[in-house]
Nanobody, 121 residues
Framework: VQLQASGGGLVQAGGSLSLYCAGS????????IAWYRQAPGTGRELVAG???????KFTDSVKDRFTISRDNARNTVYLQMNNLKPEDTAVYYC????????????????WGQGTQVTVSS
């Protein structure tokens, strides 16, 4: 299972970007989906996730700035990023995930190439 992320680019601080995560229909309709990011020299971290039922989760640093949504009919998950900061600079990935009762997300698909987001100050 591999999802493809797209929509990244270069933006000034305070700007917005929309990321897209695409996959086959069978993957989306039956799975929770999450966005992750990895900045140079750091590990991959969860940014946001959305369950099959539309329940969302965000890491604290992006709450009130990012939104996540899904359109199963279009086999797409969106990440809307507003008020971007230089510390949001990273490669962004999406993946299928298991969600535990604790609310933790565990990715289990293959990682795609991701999409680069660069925020200039």
């Amino acid at each position: 299972v591999q999802l493809q992320a797209s929509g990244g680019g270069l933006v000034q601080a305070g700007g917005s970007l929309s990321l897209y995560c695409a996959g086959s229909g069978g993957i989306f309709s039956g799975n929770d989906i999450a966005w992750y990011r990895q900045a140079p020299g750091t590990g991959r971290e969860l940014v946001a996730g959305i369950t099959i039922n539309g329940i969302t989760k965000f890491t604290d640093s992006v709450k009130d700035r990012f939104t996540i949504s899904r359109d199963n009919a279009r086999n797409t998950v969106y990440l809307q990023m507003n008020n971007l900061k230089p510390e949001d600079t990273a490669v962004y990935y999406c993946n299928v995930a298991r969600v535990f009762e604790s609310g933790d997300y565990e990715p289990f698909g293959s990682w795609g190439q991701g999409t680069q987001v660069t925020v200039s100050s």
